[in-house]
């Protein structure tokens, strides 16, 4: 625990938007969140925890549907076994965020996954096949959104 | 030299189950790799959200034939903590033992595979029929060979009672002897060693690099394994060491695996041993309060991430399942690239990517008279001989008499 908070209070010193966005729900559990208006920043983040407090394993990244924003929660571990998840927004009318690739190599189906299920654009991430859906997929319809309705019961307009 | 394009799948006899890679070859060298997967994607973290906790276990469940019972308890894990529930140190033991046994057979079905990929037909066989062994037992304790059905939110559904904990031990003891055997075969038999070697390299930097997980990142030197780190269940009650290795090639992978069959033998005895007295579950409410939880755990192929947000009501807001195939994959271009084509079933076969076995009974309907048979194993037999007799003209029983 004292481990926890003392990551928590160099976390803050060095990105100080984080302060006050922070808990530890449970031991080895920590949760830290990037306010919106500084999404921006979510690179040096994570370069930061990657190489100054050698969390070097981005487990995965989870997507959710909140509403007016989408979430996305950057699972991270390090060797100890202690998980630090942070949030990371970006608002459902625009949501575009960018590739943490150049960070994490392991993130590419991850944000695949981003991209398909919830319709995120992420910018500069590799080129490939698409991840997880069929490619006869059809555009505009991302099944993980709350608003999302199966097409069956969503008909084409009549024309 | 100009490239040549192999694609391998969606549906490839050298495949399990179904996902596409195009390889770029010169001359016998794979140049580059390209994957494509999702022929599997069922929708079920979406289908989670529309059902109430007690259905998603056993969907949960589903995720994986092989290793459901790590997908359920990652699940339940999650949804215990964010419900404030403790699981009775009895449960939390009997989910242990459930998970070490389900982790024999995996690593089990593991090494049959890979013999099968390298053209060694007899250690198929050979670890195929050990591992008969464990799946009686967990038919014996669950009363499924897969899919347990043991997980409940707040504990586990069966006892496991005195003369079952017998029959375990007895059972453990044949594959313990086994395993010396796999162990020796792995790291003395020449041929395997000769055809193992070198093949598949990820090095300890690259296996971080890819996030690597499970025996994939420990055979590169990494340790790394959630019931050690982030411990569960009854993981901090008992003794066993990581298994790692430094080859970081697909023998180092076959090493661990067969390596950890003996820690999973330990670990099963110390649980056995030291079961504790009590109840098995606790009562778990419908309505699971607003929160938010992350569960790890240690797959036979690696860990197993769950995240689970709930909103008060009875069915998940969401629901997030990251398998340990996924974190490998990243990781199977790079072993694929620069080997030699002939490489690269047993490359793709050593991440240990899943497959799901079948049931043993057959349930038939006769189609207007609604009348419903159970058929056995024997019975099935007996119906496959019959049908070959009738229809092909061939007579079966003839080819078992020159048994």
Known sequence: MEKAESLIKDLCKAFAFIEGHTKIQRSRRIYAEIPLENSSSLKEVLIYLRNKKNFTFLCTITGLDSGENFEMIYHLADDAGVLINLKSFTPRSRPVIESVTPVFTGAVFYERELKDLFGIEVKGLPEGRRYPLPDNWPEGQYPLRKDWKKPDENPAPKA | ?403
């Open chain 2, 1 to 403: 030299m100009s490239r040549v394009v192999v694609p391998i799948g969606p549906q490839h006899p050298a495949l399990k189950e179904p996902a596409s890679f195009t390889l770029y070859l010169e001359g016998e060298r794979v140049a580059a790799t390209n994957v494509a997967l999702g022929y599997n994607h069922r929708g079920i973290e979406k289908a989670c959200e529309e059902r109430p906790y007690i259905q998603d276990i056993y969907l949960i469940e589903r995720v994986c034939g092989i290793c459901s019972h790590s997908h359920s308890t990652a699940f339940i894990q999650a949804v215990e903590e964010i419900a404030a529930l403790e699981v009775p140190r009895r449960g939390a033991y009997i989910r242990s033992i459930i998970g070490e046994l389900e982790r024999i057979h995996s690593h089990l079905l593991w090494l049959g595979v890979a013999g099968h990929e390298l053209g060694f037909d007899t250690l198929f066989m050979y670890s195929w029929r050990d591992r008969e062994v464990v799946m009686d037992l967990l038919a014996m304790i669950t009363g499924n060979r897969v899919n347990y059905g043991i997980n409940t939110i707040g504990g586990v559904r069966r006892d496991i009672s005195k003369e079952q904990s017998e029959q375990i031990l007895k059972a453990v003891d044949i594959l313990e002897e086994r395993t010396k055997f796999y162990i020796k075969l792995a790291t003395e038999e020449t041929t395997l060693i000769g055809r193992l070697a070198g093949v598949g390299s990820l090095s300890r930097e690259m296996a971080v690099k890819f996030g690597a997980t499970g025996p994939t990142a420990r055979a590169a030197g990494v340790k790394r394994d959630v019931r050690k780190d982030d411990p569960y269940a009854a993981y901090s009650e008992v003794s066993f060491n990581v298994i790692t290795d430094d080859h970081a090639d697909v023998l180092g992978r076959t090493i661990v695996r067969v390596m950890e069959l003996m820690e999973s033998v330990k670990i099963i005895r110390q649980l056995i041993k030291q079961l504790p007295d009590g109840p098995i579950s606790v009562r778990a409410p419908r309505k699971i309060p607003a929160g938010e939880a992350i569960s790890r755990y240690e797959a036979p192929r690696g860990e197993d991430l769950h995240y689970v947000r709930a909103n008060g009501s009875e069915k998940p807001e969401r629901v997030k399942v990251r398998a340990p195939t996924l974190a490998n994959l990243t990781a199977i271009t790079h072993m694929i690239d620069g080997g030699y084509l002939a490489d690269v079933p047993i490359v793709i076969a050593a991440i240990d990517p899943c497959f799901s076995c079948t049931d043993r009974m057959i349930s038939l309907r006769e189609g207007d008279r609604g009348t419903e048979t159970l058929m056995d194993w024997e019975g099935l037999r007996n119906y496959s001989l019959e049908w070959y007799k009738k229809n092909r003209g061939i007579d079966m029983n003839k080819i078992h008499a020159l048994r």
